[in-house]
């Protein structure tokens, strides 16, 4: 069976919707602090509880033939890490020791680990590697360096075997329309130009415009969310096969501007946005775009969906699901 820590959460729950589909056996743990309860299949086993939860570790270990982990659970967002960097620090690095301790306890030693490119911090390169230096400028990205440095220690050690993803800007929704993004409040660039579109929020706020881009705005890489589980399908399946420990990025290798994803938004669904320019948000890098080129070799990943079906899966979630998985 496999744990999906998270999987109540935007990315965690597909993941437990295609493991499912896949036939695969899914426990999912998850104390719901940003998920739903809702977005799980009754199909997985749930249980609520903090991965800080030794105990509960110890229970689901001793009780689940657990082969390998997909670890989503964490606190994500840029800004807020800035203002409450102990909430990072606690829930993410702290809360991954505590799970790397029972895998080892458990000798369960295949782990799938969502990192991000904020690793990299404000790097110069045109595209970002996965050999691009790390120096993350705010306490998410360093939480998340610091758990991949734990985790290559725990590998050397103990025998841990893991693939880091690093996720570029993750987006869009289930094709199908049954799962989606919904986070209280929703910090997100594209599910808030969606809100605006649809009469939730009376403005479209753009933060900076006078960063060193073409258009003064943050450019970012984004990917979408079905595109992204595959490479987590075949990072596990490669785990398992070969036995090595990897480190890829996933991102669509194309960079776009706020204004261009605010117009994209437009021209999907037809309205027209008004948009708001305030200050810069504190720790948000210019330009992020990805390589994924070693993914797409190593591991034949290829991403399917564009800008526009990203916008457009998520449009149609929301259109549907105003009130997200509380309807
Ligand atoms: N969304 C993105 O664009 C993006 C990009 C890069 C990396 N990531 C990473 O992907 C992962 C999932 O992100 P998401 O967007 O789905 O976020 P999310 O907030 O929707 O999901 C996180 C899930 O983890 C759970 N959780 C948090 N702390 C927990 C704890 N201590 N114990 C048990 N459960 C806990 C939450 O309840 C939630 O269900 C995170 O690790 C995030 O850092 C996300
Ligand atoms: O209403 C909004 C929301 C965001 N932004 C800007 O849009 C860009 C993208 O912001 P956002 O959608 O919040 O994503 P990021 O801050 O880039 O962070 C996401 O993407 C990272 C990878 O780049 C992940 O590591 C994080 O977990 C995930 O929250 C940034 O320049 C923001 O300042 C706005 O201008 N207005």
């Known amino acids: 069976m496999i744990l999906v820590v998270g999987g109540a959460g935007y990315i965690g729950s597909h993941a437990v919707k295609d493991l499912l589909e896949l036939n695969q056996g899914v426990v999912v743990l998850d104390n719901l602090s940003t998920g739903h309860r809702e977005a799980i299949d009754r199909k997985a086993v749930f249980i609520k509880g903090n991965i800080k939860d030794r105990k509960l570790l110890k229970n689901i270990f001793e009780n689940y033939k657990i082969k390998s982990v997909m670890h989503f659970a964490a606190n994500c967002y840029v800004g807020e890490s800035i203002i409450s ?82 996720y570029f800007n993750v987006a869009g929704a289930d094709p199908l329309g049954r799962l989606g993004e919904d986070h209280q409040p929703e910090t997100h660039l594209i599910p808030n130009i969606l809100f605006h579109l649809l009469n939730r929020l009376e403005n479209v706020i753009v933060y900076g415009n006078d960063y060193n881009t073409p258009d003064g705005t943050c450019i970012r890489d984004y990917i979408h969310v079905t595109d992204l589980i595959h490479g987590h399908i075949l990072a ?92």
């Open 85 to 166: 960097p102990l909430k990072y620090y606690e829930n993410n690095v702290t809360g991954t020791i505590s799970l790397l301790a029972m895998m080892k306890k458990y000798q369960v030693n295949n782990l799938v680990f969502s990192s991000t490119c904020a690793v990299y911090g404000n790097p110069k390169v045109k595209k970002i590697k996965e050999s691009t230096p790390t120096f993350p400028i705010n306490p998410y990205g360093r939480s998340k360096l610091m758990i991949e440095q734990i985790i290559r220690d725990f590998s050397r050690a103990y025998g841990l075997k893991y693939v880091i993803l690093r």
């Open 236 to 327: 596990l399946e490669y785990l398992l096969k070969e036995k090595k420990n990897k480190v890829y990025n996933l991102g669509n290798d194309e960079g776009y501007s706020i204004k261009e994803v605010i117009t994209t938004c437009e021209k999907v669904t037809g309205k027209k946005a008004t948009v708001f320019y305030n200050e810069k948000r504190k720790g948000d890098p210019a330009r992020l775009i990805s390589s994924s080129e070693r993914i797409s070799r190593e591991l034949k990943w290829q991403p399917k969906y564009t800008l526009e079906d990203m916008i457009e899966t998520a449009w149609k979630w929301y259109s549907n699901f105003p009130n997200g998985y509380k309807n």
